[in-house]
């Protein structure tokens, strides 16, 4: 199975223990920065239609809808994560989409989206493509952010260099996650990503932990590009 | 006296070991990457007309002339780098201009520039200023570009936020060095001090060394943003 395939399939296997593990808030990172990061990058844009792509058991669709007072779409490859996401949720629209049937161009939806976000949602190697897709989806005036993981947290003696690592959620008491391939990508890789894409940079953030005074996360926010992508 | 002027007074007390220190090849990480890396990023623009702001003794003037062709007006406040550079290029432009004329606006060149550069000359807190004082200075498709220190090339247990650090210059064997204050920015700050000035990130590169597998620097390459800044 390649690798692009085994991302995708590690979602729907770990399913149950990721909607436990947002609900039940065991993952750190959350409370300390990033959950309330992505709502401010998104409340600057006082978005009417927000998209969450990848939007697993749909915490940052409810919060959106609940802080904000947007109409959001949650989207997610595995089903059971979106079942997950109604459950909780019974009157939001979730939708099972995969990236595939996003990148193969067949998804339509009813409006543009005056932001479209990716939270910790773009793992995949041809993340530009994905991109590509996706912006014909945007608003006149929109942007897409993206949340990820800020690129000197490589574990030390690790080469600074794109490839694929692999996620094993050792991190988490119950060792019955199934471990998930992901993408590196360097920080000149993103603004990479971001410009092939035919997006711009608008801002580029980096949330703090106060606990250290290290970056929890990398956060971008992009507009279209008026001009050719590089 | 305040650090801008300290910053700017160092350069002169350093003149003479900072021009031997560039001449003699001491300074490891140029040989590692970064002189290639901003030739390089410098080629990619074919410019007809650069201007290397902070000059310093010249080196990238030299080298732009005879191996990219174009025509190089070096600036840099230091009287005496000036001369050197003068001296190793008698036929070169090399001129004393300080930041702060730049900043007051009464400086003027012939013609617009196709590069205008900074290599390790943009160490001051107020950067947007100088930045936008230099851009009406650019012509129609010109870029600015920038190398300057990785934001994660920071020592051990510093806190990673913006705010001015000292550089001793204990790295190198003659003891006869005037610290230097120099401003410490994050990548995101970075990223703000460029779309403060009026300018996009084009493209975001991070020359690596070979020997560690890490970046040595970081290389921002910059075009006039035709909205308004945020």
Not at 43 to 60: I, M
Not at 94 to 104: A, F, K, P
Not at 130 to 154: D, E, K, N
Request: proline residues 5%; charged residues 20%; aromatic residues 10%.
């Amino acid at each position: 199975m390649d690798r692009t395939k085994a991302l995708a399939s590690s979602w729907e296997a770990n399913a149950g223990n990721w909607t436990r593990a947002v609900r039940e808030r065991l993952i750190p990172s959350r409370d300390a920065g990033t959950d309330d990061a992505i709502l401010a990058a998104i409340s600057t844009h006082s978005p009417r239609r927000l998209l969450d792509v990848g939007c697993g058991e749909g915490w940052l669709c409810r919060q959106s809808v609940q802080t904000l007072g947007c109409e959001a779409t949650g989207i997610d490859g595995s089903s059971q994560l979106i079942a997950d996401a109604q459950c909780a949720d019974p009157n939001g629209r979730y939708e099972v989409i995969t990236y595939q049937e996003l990148m193969d161009g067949g998804v339509s939806f009813e409006a543009p989206f005056d932001v479209i976000v990716f939270n910790y949602a773009l793992f995949d190697e041809d993340a530009p493509s994905l991109l590509a897709a996706i912006r014909p989806h945007l608003s006149a005036m929109g942007v897409v952010i993206i949340q990820t993981l800020h690129p000197w947290s490589l574990e030390q003696g690790q080469d600074y260099r794109d490839g694929w690592r692999n996620e094993d959620f050792s991190a988490f008491e119950n060792q019955n996650w199934t471990a998930m391939p992901w993408y590196f990508r360097t920080l000149s890789s993103w603004h990479q990503v971001v410009r092939t894409a035919g997006l711009a940079l608008l801002k580029l953030e980096e949330p703090m932990a106060s606990f250290n005074g290290q970056p929890l996360s990398l956060l971008l926010t992009c507009e279209c590009h008026e001009g050719d992508p590089d």
